[in-house]
């Protein structure tokens, strides 16, 4: 059974950083076709990616938090991460990390990616970013 458990959602003032981790079970992140993402759901807006990461390290990101954000994973302890800087109000979400086996889901398109391949998802973690 898979499980992903995100930790470290909070408040921060517009410019400031913070780090989200997602504790991965029942998903080897090391294993060349797994696709690891982030995710994220504003009020009364469509839930998009934000970043992923394959199991040999290969990253992409959306094209409103590119040079901002960074996606990372440590193989030994499971666990996907995701450095949030230069932070907006309008990066104001609830974040959720997410799991594939297709390697392919890391793909993105016109900046989108296809979460329809994300079987596996965290509950959340709130991300509040004031001006």
């Known amino acids: 059974q898979v499980q992903l458990v995100e930790s470290g959602g909070g408040s921060a003032q517009a410019g400031g950083s913070l780090s989200l981790s997602c504790a991965v079970s029942?998903?080897?992140?090391?294993?060349?076709?797994?696709?690891l993402g982030w995710f994220r759901q504003a009020p009364g807006k469509e839930r998009e990616g934000v970043a992923s990461?394959?199991?040999?390290?290969?990253?992409g990101y959306g094209d409103s938090v590119k040079g901002r954000f960074t996606v990372s994973k440590d193989n030994e302890r499971n666990t996907l991460y995701l450095q949030l800087s230069s932070l907006r109000p309008e990066d104001t979400a609830v974040y959720y990390c997410?799991?594939?086996?297709?390697?392919?889901?890391?793909?993105?398109?016109?900046?989108?990616?296809?979460?329809?391949?994300?079987?596996?998802w965290g509950r959340g973690t709130q991300v509040t970013v004031s001006s």
């Open positions: 990461i394959s199991g040999d390290g290969t990253t």
């Open positions: 029942g998903v080897i992140v090391s294993t060349y076709s797994t696709c």
């Open positions: 997410a799991a594939s086996l297709r390697r392919a889901d890391c793909r993105w398109f016109a900046g989108q990616l296809n979460q329809a391949g994300f079987y596996d």
